[in-house]
């Protein structure tokens, strides 16, 4: 049974950080690239960053590039999304999703989701 489930989620200060991780199971994590995605109230799901098994990534230009980071361990199947320099506008859910070799920032092709966590962000 595919299992992804994130946590690490919260309220947090502008300008502060958070660390979201996404543990996997029920699929062979090194042949899935890790993306993570988020949808704020009354908005549509938006692509945050994704990772390939190798390490290889890519991040949305527009609003999170420099201030986040995306990784992977592949002994522990987990992927993380390390958030820094926060505003208002990152709140969200922030979901996990899993997609089968090749990393696309279109959330229809992924195959696995997670429940999300959610992240807020006040001024």
């Known amino acids: 049974q595919v299992q992804l489930v994130e946590s690490g989620g919260g309220l947090v200060q502008a300008g502060g950080s958070l660390t979201l991780s996404c543990a996997a199971s029920?699929?062979?994590?090194?042949?899935?690239?890790m993306g993570w995605f988020r949808q704020a109230p009354g908005k549509e799901r938006e692509f945050v960053a994704h990772?390939?098994?190798?390490?290889?990534?890519?991040y949305s230009e527009d609003s999170v590039k420099g201030r986040f980071t995306i990784s992977r361990d592949n002994s522990k199947n987990t992927v993380y999304l390390q958030m820094n320099s926060l505003n208002p506008e990152d709140t969200a859910v922030y979901y996990c999703?899993?997609?089968?070799?090749?990393?696309?920032?279109?959330?229809?092709?992924?195959?696995?989701w997670g429940q999300g966590t959610q992240v807020t962000v006040s001024s």
């Open positions: 999703a899993a997609k089968k070799y090749y990393g696309t920032r279109s959330d229809y092709e992924y195959d696995y």
């Open positions: 029920g699929f062979t994590f090194m042949t899935y690239t």
């Open positions: 990772i390939g098994w190798a390490g290889g990534t890519a």
